[in-house]
């Protein structure tokens, strides 16, 4: 079993900064390409930003320039540092990671969302 463990939302004012934080554990042979993804009310989930087991990263268009998403693989974790937060970011982010067992099947493994509120 994996298990993805998120923290670091919460309210934050239009223009401030928030890092999100996800570690993954479990019965993980490697990780591969991890992200994050947000669902705001009545809309539909959306990649936010995502990076490779080998540092590749790709940003939804919108939040680029302002997001980074990094990894620290000693520690299974990806981050998302958020900059410039604007009210329109206001969702759930959930983290993801391809994992790869050790029978060496990847699987998609999804966090249980953490909540980022930006206030105008």
């Known amino acids: 079993q994996v298990h993805l463990v998120e923290s670091g939302g919460g309210l934050v004012q239009s223009g401030g900064s928030l890092r999100l934080s996800c570690a993954a554990s479990g019965s993980i042979f490697s990780l591969n390409a991890m992200g994050w993804y947000r669902q705001a009310p009545g809309k539909q989930r959306e990649l936010v930003a995502g990076?490779?087991?080998?540092?590749?990263?790709n940003y939804a268009d919108s939040v680029k320039g302002r997001f980074t998403i990094s990894r620290d693989n000693a520690k299974n974790t990806v981050l998302l540092q958020m900059n410039a937060l604007k009210p329109e970011d206001t969702a759930v982010y959930y983290c993801?990671?391809?994992?790869?067992?050790?029978?060496?099947?990847?699987?998609?493994?999804w966090g249980q969302g953490t909540q980022v509120t930006v206030s105008s």
């Open positions: 993801t990671a391809d994992v790869r067992s050790i029978m060496l099947r990847v699987e998609k493994y």
């Open positions: 990076i490779t087991s080998g540092g590749i990263t």
